[in-house]
């Protein structure tokens, strides 16, 4: 709530009976945990996991699509970047909606959008169009998808939260393994299936597959409950009680009567009364001053962009070798190894990568428009079981690094080691002697920069004071998307032109990140209460 706000509060009392009232967070303490917040976690799942479908899906069609969308190196980087690009250019509309708006309708809109768009993507023959299905999904992902997590942390008291949001947090991580898995399982397969009219092969079944999450998320949403702190927050405080009651009963037990609490202490925000336009444009220009003082302030720029340039560089890595790999294998499944049989050293990567040394190429060798041949990849299925593997790798060892990373020393420590395997793997994947040592590499890299990734967010609550956590939080968030847009159309660029550049570069970048990483920023808080002060009466 604003500092504004706060001046203006006007406290209203429901009461139910001549008991105290009390506010919302001994009222959501004495609720417990327990059975209520299991089933609504899992009817949040499938929301969660929607966001994470719309931002992977596309990797894993690249062989399959080329033809049938006309894909070159550049426009298949065009095409896993373009979610990431929404999410961007979108994600700052969402924080001045979400107050006027209830989080379940949010869901119930954005699923029913996504599940369409997810159909729609299926059945398109445009390049054009399809990216721009893709660009609808991202603002999706990047907005209403992307807040389930706050909606479920309204439901649980600060004894419970720290606990809950690192098992959620895994929970979510697991849709990442479940596209890799789907790929393995359909686009192998020589499926055609005619829908309407429309011949369905085996990618755009896959397509089709992968819009189950929002449909089943759909159903859901329509069951969850309003969050309490919103029903109060807008007045209903009948209803928040009634809820209260409800999460009391299911999870201890007891009857709803014998719930303590009969009476609620509500603050009216005034922000709700006053005209939309208005209230966001004070929480904008709040924003901005917390901006201002991040990166304008001695006592926080060093610490803020330690973890900017950490976030940029964990999450360019992450995104851009879990997108590529199930595709840059397909690539080298399909070598020509018969024509390099004659020459006496093992090929590198960069050399199995190119089109020209490819089985499919080798019929349009003679032509001239060779560049502009569409191949026909051989998909094997071990390609894609070898990306789930690589998925279930990373969220396993980022969760279990989770429970290690618990004092500065031991972060900077698994960090260093992070980014220094990051650097060794980036730069000896175009050396190694085979596709499996190659593929260890890249599976490496994947790993150990979503470690960093998690790493880096941890630091950021250590090291930024909490007057200013959400703001730094919210722009590590952007940051992590334009690492991914900036990450995905370099080094499809690259693989392009000059394939060693790609490799190298990510490597070069591991190795600025291991130096920054040497100089761990301490905690500024003795000055946060000043901080707080000042951004009250700039406010």
């Known amino acids: 709530m604003l500092a504004s706000d706060r001046e203006n509060d006007k406290i209203a009392t429901i009461t139910d009976n001549v008991n105290e009232p009390a506010d919302f967070n001994k009222a959501i303490s004495t609720t417990g945990y327990g059975v209520f917040n299991v089933l609504l976690l899992l009817a949040t799942l499938p929301i969660a996991w929607t966001a994470i479908f719309d931002t992977t899906s596309g990797a894993f069609i690249l062989a399959s699509a080329e033809c049938d969308l006309e894909l070159t190196f550049f426009r298949k980087g065009v095409l896993v970047a373009f979610p990431y690009i929404a999410m961007t250019t979108t994600a700052f509309i969402w924080d001045y909606i979400t107050p006027y708006v209830s989080m379940k309708i949010l869901f119930m809109l954005a699923l029913l959008t996504d599940s369409i768009l997810n159909i729609v993507s299926s059945g398109v023959r445009s390049y054009y169009i399809f990216i721009i299905v893709k660009f609808?999904?991202?603002?999706?992902?990047?907005?209403?998808?992307?807040?389930?997590?706050?909606?479920?942390?309204?439901?649980?008291?600060?004894?419970?939260?720290?606990?809950?949001?690192?098992?959620?947090?895994?929970?979510f991580a697991v849709a990442n393994i479940v596209p890799a898995a789907l790929g393995f399982t359909i686009l192998p397969l020589n499926w055609?299936?005619?829908?309407?009219?429309?011949?369905?092969?085996?990618?755009?079944?896959?397509?089709?597959?992968?819009?189950?999450?929002?449909?089943?998320?759909?159903?859901t949403a329509t069951m969850l409950p309003e969050s309490p702190k919103y029903l109060m927050a807008i007045g209903r405080s009948d209803a928040a009680l009634k809820l209260l009651r409800r999460m009391y009963c299911m999870n201890t037990r007891q009857p709803s009567e014998t719930f303590p609490i009969k009476a609620l202490l509500v603050r009216q925000k005034t922000q709700l009364t006053r005209p939309v336009l208005e209230a966001s444009l004070e929480r904008l220009r709040v924003s901005l001053y917390n901006t201002k003082l991040l990166l304008a302030t001695t006592a926080y720029l060093p610490a803020f962009c330690f973890v900017s340039f950490l976030q940029f560089g964990s999450m360019l890595g992450f995104n851009t070798m879990r997108l590529w790999v199930p595709h840059l294998f397909i690539i080298l499944n399909n070598f020509d190894a018969a024509n390099w049989a004659s020459k006496d050293r093992q090929p590198t990567i960069c050399e199995m990568l190119d089109r020209h040394a490819a089985l499919p190429g080798r019929q349009y060798l003679n032509c001239t428009n060779f560049d502009d041949?569409?191949?026909k990849w051989t998909i094997n299925p071990v390609i894609y079981q070898n990306s789930t593997i690589i998925a279930s790798s990373a969220v396993v060892f980022s969760f279990l690094a989770g429970f290690i990373t618990t004092t500065k020393l031991r972060k900077q420590i698994i960090m260093l080691m992070a980014f220094l395997i990051s650097v060794a793997s980036s730069f000896g994947i175009n050396w190694a002697q085979s596709p499996p040592y190659m593929l260890t590499l890249a599976s490496a890299v994947i790993v150990t920069t979503r470690i960093a990734g998690n790493i880096v967010t941890a630091v950021n609550v250590d090291v930024i004071p909490v007057p200013l956590r959400a703001t730094s939080t919210s722009i590590l968030a952007v940051i992590g998307n334009i690492a991914a847009v900036v990450g995905n159309l370099i080094f499809s660029a690259f693989l392009g032109t000059k394939c060693i550049v790609a490799f190298m570069g990510l490597g070069c970048l591991f190795s600025v990140c291991f130096c920054v990483s040497l100089f761990f920023p301490q905690p500024v808080r003795e000055s946060s209460k000043k901080l707080a002060e000042a951004s009250t009466s700039k406010v």
């Open 136 to 171: 609808l999904s991202g603002i999706l992902a990047g907005g209403p998808l992307a807040m389930v997590m706050t909606y479920l942390t309204e439901f649980h008291s600060a004894r419970y939260k720290p606990r809950f949001t690192t098992w959620v947090g895994f929970l």
């Open 192 to 219: 055609h299936i005619d829908i309407f009219g429309q011949d369905y092969n085996s990618w755009r079944i896959y397509l089709l597959i992968c819009s189950i999450p929002p449909v089943v998320g759909l159903v």
């Open 373 to 375: 041949a569409c191949f």
